[in-house]
C-alpha cells in the first residue's frame, strides 16, 4: 500500500510527532553517517525529512520520489532537487550514487526485488545505501497514526536475508522511535530522553524503525 504524498508531508511537517521522528531518524542516521562532504546522496520513496543535513556538505542531493506516492517540491526555499520516477526506474546513472537513503520506500513497494536490483545498478562501487523501514516488533508498525503503520514491517534478520539474496551485503544497523506513536504531550516531550536511552543501550527490539545499512 502506497502512501499518499500529502500525508507524508502533513504527519512530518505539521505534527509535533512528525517533527519529533524527523529528528530521532535524522540523529540515528548521521550517526551511521557523520561525513559525506564532495558524495553524491540520493533518497527514494519520502526520504526528504532525513536529507536536509547533507544538504550542507554533499556534492549533490537528489529526492526521488515514486510515481504511486506522489511528488512534492523540495527543499522548501531553494532550488527544487526533487523528482517522481518510476519506482523500480530511476532516471540515475548506473555507479553514480555514492549514499542512498530508502524511507517509505521499500516496505510500501509492489516490486520490493525489482527496487533492490535498481539500487545495487545505481550504487557506486564504494557505495552504501540505508534502509529506513519499520520494526516488525516495535509499536510504531502495531498503530496507523503513523507512516510507520503501513506496509510491510521487517526484522533485522529479515532485512538480512533480503538485502543478501539481492547482492547487498548488511554491515551495521541503527534504531530509532523509541517512544511510544503517541501524540500526547508527555510522550513528546520526553521523546529525545526515550531515544537517547535506545541509543545506548540498543533494544532494537522495540524501536519503531530500523535502519540497515548495506
Known sequence: MHLDVLDLRAFYYR???????????????????????????VGFGFAAPVLRPFLADARRVIS??????????????????????EETQ????????????????????????????????????????VFIVPNRSGLWAQRDVTPFGFGRPYSLGQMKAL???????????????????SHRRFWLQTAQVWEYIGRRFDPHLIAGALLVEA
Open 90 to 129: 530511476w532516471p540515475i546513472e548506473s555507479d553514480s550514487v555514492d549514499r542512498l537513503i530508502v524511507a517509505h520506500g521499500l516496505e510500501t513497494c509492489d516490486q520490493p526485488g525489482a527496487l533492490l536490483d535498481e539500487i545495487w545498478r545505481s550504487l557506486s562501487g564504494g557505495g552504501r545505501v
Open 15 to 41: 505534527t509535533k510527532l512528525g517533527r519529533a521522528a524527523q529528528r530521532a531518524l535524522q540523529d540515528a542516521l548521521r550517526g551511521l553517517w557523520p561525513e559525506t562532504r564532495d558524495l553524491s546522496v
Open 64 to 85: 526521488l520520489m515514486p510515481a504511486q506516492q506522489g511528488v512534492m517540491p523540495w527543499p522548501v526555499g531553494a532550488p527544487n532537487v526533487a523528482a517522481l520516477v
Open 163 to 181: 538485502l543478501g539474496r539481492h547482492g547487498l551485503v548488511p554491515e551495521r544497523h541503527a534504531s530509532a522511535l523509541y517512544a511510544p506513536p
